[in-house]
């Protein structure tokens, strides 16, 4: 006989699982986590398991079916965004094992997260908006599965940096322990170091990384990269072989090797790299982040069904076979395309000017004004190539960026004028301590920038 949980919690919109047991063991008013566990999974001691939990149809049993196995998965955990680039006959060996049940790790070992040079979290994280907006809508706050993703620094819907708290994210230590985000002291949790000069990189993993989630009925896809993608991107030889050096140079270009790092994706030139590997197709798990990363450089979307994403990648191969065969014969008498440079130039200057325009324009959290900033921000439709490796190619564009690319100094005085203005409609004298705290910086300042800070407080 099953006896049956009254009083579990409402499930919210992106709540992770591991939340809604973390509330229920709070209003339970229990003494202990192993008693709410017990509760919830019967004798089953089930481990406090953040982003892949185990035992759901028993979970959902004892709860009267009111949640159902399959909402729990794809709902409200890390499922989704990892079963995008499996085998479905692996991912539905996850989904067994999430619902009947796996010892600790397992699920983790199918997925080849322990072995991943891509970490997991160290701790557990949420959005400071989000937190406010969820305690005003529902009258408490609670843990997002889309700030916990790998790779995910900032909120996907408010753009702000996550806040890192003191909750452990792997739970080894304390395996039943369930933390409410409503119980978490705030003053002890830090901000994320987000570069600024990385935003839009960063809201692009976050969006990504947030769409698979949200992506319930997505059939699995094994391949973000066609033989087509690269041919069109001029990554293939006339004979069909990678042009490794020169893509490796341009993804390098694309994002920055610093941002790379920091997510744990660095490639270089001189070894073989996790990039290489799913270029080339190796029948190999490759973690979504990577995938992600090669999809956004490509100008690749993640979300396709499977039956036509094979069917796209078969159509696409016999193209490319068909391209290939008259690249061949021409090949000899040139292997480099033709292309209108100086048209190019006119399009790209126009994008440009407009992105540029774009950035000075947000005037509450400004961007510095530079190349990489310019190049992510830019229409690929229209600028359809690397931005930095073919400035040689666009004077027009390559003089106005040599005017409008800011500094560290002039970007920081831009801020203080920003600060001020906005100081300045609120009040008739601009006290230099809040100017600081307005503009976001801290002493010691370049000389250039005090001499700004000192007119700007005096005027």
Known sequence: ??????????????????????????MSGNT??????????????????????????????????????????????????????????????IYELMSEGASQGEVHALLGIPASLIKLP???????????????????????????VPGVCICPIHKEALIESTVSY???????????????????????????????????????????????????IYSSISKTDLHEKEYLTGLGRIRFLKLIQDFNAY??????????CAVDDQCETWLHKMIRGNDLIFHPLRHILLADFMGKNLILGSTTGIEEMEMNQGKWQENNRHERTSARRSRTPFHDWKKRDMVTLTEVREVTKRIKSQKLKPQRISLATVSKNLNKTKVPFVLEKCLHKLPKTKRFLEKEIETTEQFQIRRLELAAARIAKEETKIEGWRLLKAAGLNSPLRESVVEKFKNLILY
């Not at 099953?2 to 063991?25: C, K, M, N, Q, T």
């Open 1 to 26: 006989m099953i006896l049956l949980v009254a009083h579990f919690p409402s499930l919210y919109p992106d709540e992770l699982l591991y939340s809604g047991i973390a509330r229920y063991h709070q």
């Open 32 to 93: 202990s986590q192993k008693q709410t566990v017990k509760e919830l999974f019967g004798d089953r001691l089930v481990c406090a398991t953040v982003d892949l939990p185990s035992h759901l149809r028993y979970l959902s049993e004892r709860l009267g079916s009111v949640f159902k196995v399959n909402d729990l998965i794809m709902k409200h955990t890390l499922y989704p965004y990892y079963r995008a680039f499996i085998p479905q006959v692996k991912a539905r060996k």
């Open 122 to 148: 160290s701790y557990l994280k949420y959005c400071r908006v989000c937190y406010e907006e969820d305690f005003s809508t529902y009258y408490e706050p609670y843990w997002h599965r889309s700030h916990q």
């Open 170 to 220: 792997t739970t080894r230590e304390k395996k039943f322990e369930f933390t409410s985000l409503v119980s978490l002291e705030k003053d002890t949790a830090i901000n994320l170091c987000v570069q600024p000069d990385f935003l839009n990189q960063y809201a692009m993993v976050a969006e990504r990384s947030y769409e698979l989630l949200q992506s319930v009925n997505l059939d699995t």
């Open 255 to 264: 994002y920055s090797q610093e941002f790379l790092k920091h997510l744990q």
